[in-house]
Every structure is written in C-alpha cells, then in structure tokens.
T-cell receptor, first 111, second 114 residues
C-alpha cells in the first residue's frame, strides 16, 4: 500500500522555471526520501531528510518536511531539460525498514 | 563504478512458464529489496533481505513467487507459473551495511507474460 502520495501527478514547465512537488504521508516516519526515475531506468536517490530536520539542500534541490502536517515538498530550482523524469517520495513507517514509495510526479521540462 | 546489476533486462515469456530474475547487489551491501512497478499500482515492495535472510515477503504472492539469496552476491526472484498479470518491471535495490534508508536501484527487469 502507498504510504506517500505525490502531488501533482504531472507537471510541465519551461526550462529555467522552478518545479515544486509535494508528498503527503499517513503515519509517523524515521525519514523521508526523494528519488528520480528517468524513463526506462532505475530509481536514483536524490536526498534524505530525517524526521527531526525541517529543510535540506543539495545543489538545486531543496526539500522541506513538516511532520505536523505529514507532508514534504521537493523544489528544483532553475530547471533544465535533463530534469525531465518522474520523482518519487519514499518513507518507512515508524521503526520499519520497509521503504514504501508513492506513485510519483512526472515532470516535463520544455527547452 | 559500483552498481546493482539485474538480469535479464527484458524477458518475454508465455503464460505458465517459469521466470527467474537475478540481481547482483553492490559489493558490501547487506540489505536487498525487490520491487515491482506497474502503471496501475506504482512501486510495490515484494520482499527484502538482510544478510541473506528474508525479513519480509508479505508483499509477494506466495503461491507463485519465491525470493532467495543463495549467497551475498546473488538475489533471485522466481515466478512459477507466470501469468499475464505478472507483466511489470521488477527492480532490485541494495543498501549498505548499517543501512539507514538510502537504496541503490538496478535498471530493472522488464517482464512480459503473454
């Protein structure tokens, strides 16, 4: 069963614009992760944010976590055509190690 | 360049046939996950292993699926007999010793059951 749910399901923007994707989850978590999947490829880990962190940066990526609202957002700044991919959030409930993925946001960055 | 290797990348088979998918985790990684991805269901966790021992396979249809780790460098997922509804991309992912959550995925095995 899905723990995280991404929103929107699809997003189309122009190169240079920022892209924001959201993830909501249902139960308490140890950490929340974001992954990227290019078409026909495996998932690639982008960033992990722990439950006691509120914000984290990695290059053009910014992730926020609001545990009171059980939600997270992924911001990609100054997007590039190469950012075109599906983005997934993943969580492990409570003390579990089982990483459960949402259905993803499909991002298209138009040149 | 350490990576998770999955074989075969593509497999087309007929209903009723046995299918075996193989995964070589990154050397030194002791946690291995199997996921299945379809358009309808997204990514579903099938099973996961720690130090070759199965910790959870509750996501796997028990009557036809089996997962094993014969040794630390090989994980297998077997479907017998296969059915059209098993058509999906199957991913293996591994995590390092002291696994804290980050997984490294293979490129997947795309299975089509006719």
């Amino acid at each position: 069963s899905q723990q995280g749910e991404e929103d929107p399901q699809a997003l189309s923007i122009q190169e240079g614009e920022n892209a924001t994707m959201n993830c909501s989850y249902k139960t308490s978590i140890n950490n929340l992760q974001w992954y990227r999947q290019n078409s026909g490829r495996g998932l690639v880990h982008l960033i992990l944010i722990r439950s006691n962190e509120r914000e984290k940066h990695s290059g053009r990526l910014r992730v926020t976590l609001d545990t009171s609202k059980k939600s997270s957002s992924l911001l990609i700044t100054a997007s590039r055509a190469a950012d075109t991919a599906s983005y997934f959030c993943a969580t492990a409930q409570g003390g579990s190690e089982k990483l459960v993925f949402g259905k993803g946001t499909k991002l298209t960055v138009n040149p | 360049d350490a990576r998770v290797t999955q074989t075969p990348r593509h497999k087309v088979t007929e209903m009723g046939q046995e299918v075996t998918m193989r995964c070589q985790p990154i050397l030194g990684h002791n946690t291995v996950f199997w996921y299945r991805q379809t358009m309808m269901q997204g990514l579903e966790l099938l099973a996961y292993f720690r130090n070759r021992a199965p910790l959870d396979d509750s996501g796997m249809p028990k009557d036809r699926f089996s997962a094993e780790m014969p040794d630390a460098t090989l994980a297998t997922l077997k479907i017998q007999p296969s059915e059209p509804r098993d058509s999906a991309v199957y991913f293996c992912a591994s995590g390092p010793l002291g696994y804290t959550g980050e997984l490294f995925f293979g490129e997947g095995s795309r299975l089509t059951v006719l």
